[in-house]
């Protein structure tokens, strides 16, 4: 999961509810009494290094809303689906997904 979901953080501004808008940013988070950790890509490839490098990442729901966000046709997902897979790899755009893809090669 990424740090930043601009979805998640718009969602929940409107309804009123920063401290859900903002949970990712931190870097983790409590639900329930489990821990939640948001690592970043850096992270991430670090603790996969020396065996493996980063090769590529992506990312997932950058215009597809999370399940909880309701009240977009099933059309509207369907085309913001087709721009996810256009944009899935731009920097920028990866940074703000719901969810990273990363692939990792053993070196």
Do not use: N
Request: charged fraction near 25%; hydrophobic fraction near 40%.
């Amino acid at each position: 999961m990424g740090r930043i979901c601009l979805w998640e953080t718009v969602h929940y501004l409107g309804r009123g509810e920063p401290r859900k808008a903002f949970r990712r940013w931190r870097g983790s988070t409590l639900w329930g009494e489990s821990a939640i950790f948001y690592h970043s890509v850096r992270e991430l490839a670090a603790a996969f290094r020396p065996d493996f490098e980063l090769s590529r990442s992506g990312g997932a729901g950058i215009f597809v809303p999370p399940s909880y966000v309701t009240g977009l046709s099933r059309a509207t997902v369907e085309r913001l689906s087709r721009v996810d897979r256009h944009v899935h790899s731009w920097p920028l755009l990866r940074a703000l997904s719901d969810h990273r893809v990363l692939v990792f090669k053993r070196v």
